[in-house]
């Protein structure tokens, strides 16, 4: 390449263009250390809050999960893992459901992975995932609460079926025992109005009175 000659104008800066230049190189200096300072805090602030909020969703107890307006899981925690006994990688990116406006807080199966089915508490609230809209879901397993409530009801329908049964029982043992005890006692007073020894007309209270108590108890 054969050489070429380049003309060098000479530029000549003023003392205060100088200053000027400097000046400004300063204070745009100044300006891009604040960014990258502010910056920096901004990234510290969400990492902090990144970190609260794995936090949060790693040490409740309930399930959560994010899904899309569609329905399709796009995060669960531990919690949820273990409400379903199945693995994120299992989960993440399958459908859901989808949840209806009007459907705030209502109970749901849950189909384990071994085939077991539980009683789930599902509220719903509407959140932003990744800047796009979305669900977040909160699960409660209640399988257990649902479980003892079960037992509960059961033994007081067995009780009042108990006490049921106990009140017919004595009603009808009352009728039996009173239609004998009612014989006894008339033919009782019949012998104090016969003409008997002094001695039989003694025992006869001795008769009565039993009969009497415990006509008065039932």
Known sequence: MPSQIIDVIPVTIAKNELISL?????????????????????????????????NIVGKTSAGII???????????????????????????????????ENEIKKEIDIVRKNGDVGIGELTTVKTEWKGKPAKLILINDITDHKQMQEKLDHARLKA???????????????????????????????????????????????LLKPAEIIYSTL
């Open 22 to 54: 400097l000046y400004v190189y300063i204070r745009f200096s100044e300006r891009e250390k604040k960014l990258s300072s502010d910056l920096e805090s901004f990234e510290n602030k969400l990492k902090n809050h990144q970190e609260y909020f794995r």
């Open 66 to 100: 994010i899904t899309d307006e569609e329905g399709i899981i796009q995060f669960i925690n531990e919690a949820g893992e273990q409400i379903f006994l199945r693995k994120k990688s299992e989960l993440l990116c399958t459908p859901f459901g989808v949840i209806h």
């Open 160 to 206: 009042l079926e108990s006490d049921r049964l106990k009140t017919a029982f004595l009603a009808n043992m009352s009728h039996e025992i009173r239609t004998p005890l009612n014989g006894i006692l008339g033919f009782s007073q019949f012998l104090t109005q016969e003409n008997i020894t002094d001695m039989r007309k003694k025992s006869i209270p001795k």
